[in-house]
Nanobody, 120 residues
Framework: QVQLVESGGGLVQPGGSLRLSCTAEGFAFSTYVMNWYRQAPGKERELVAAMPSTGRSTKYADSVKGRFTISRDNAKNTVYLRMSSLKPDDTAVYYC?????????????WGQGTQVTVSA
């Protein structure tokens, strides 16, 4: 059974840090692009950070560049999002996503989301 389970969200003061984790099971994690998305109330879901299966050429939304870092540990089937210098605008539900297109077949898995609230 495919599962993506996020953890590490919570309430943090502006300027603080959090590390989100997403542990996967039920599919070949190391062959998937791993992404972090977020969705704030009343807004569309947006891509925050992406890391290919090779671990190279990471991609970030302009709003988080220099503050967020995505990483993965294929031995642990886990992807991380280190968030620092957090701002109230970072408040959102953060989702882990696994994506792959192989021989024309698309696989797209989502976690249940974890809430991050940045507030004094």
């Amino acid at each position: 059974q495919v599962q993506l389970v996020e953890s590490g969200g919570g309430l943090v003061q502006p300027g603080g840090s959090l590390r989100l984790s997403c542990t996967a099971e039920g599919f070949a994690f190391s062959t998937y692009v791993m992404n972090w998305y977020r969705q704030a109330p009343g807004k569309e879901r947006e891509l925050v950070a992406a890391m290919p299966s090779t671990g190279r050429s990471t991609k970030y939304a302009d709003s988080v560049k220099g503050r967020f870092t995505i990483s993965r540990d294929n031995a642990k089937n886990t992807v991380y999002l280190r968030m620092s210098s957090l701002k109230p605008d970072d408040t959102a539900v953060y989702y882990c996503n696994a994506f792959r297109v192989l021989i024309g077949i698309k696989s797209d898995y989502w976690g249940q989301g974890t809430q991050v609230t940045v507030s004094a």
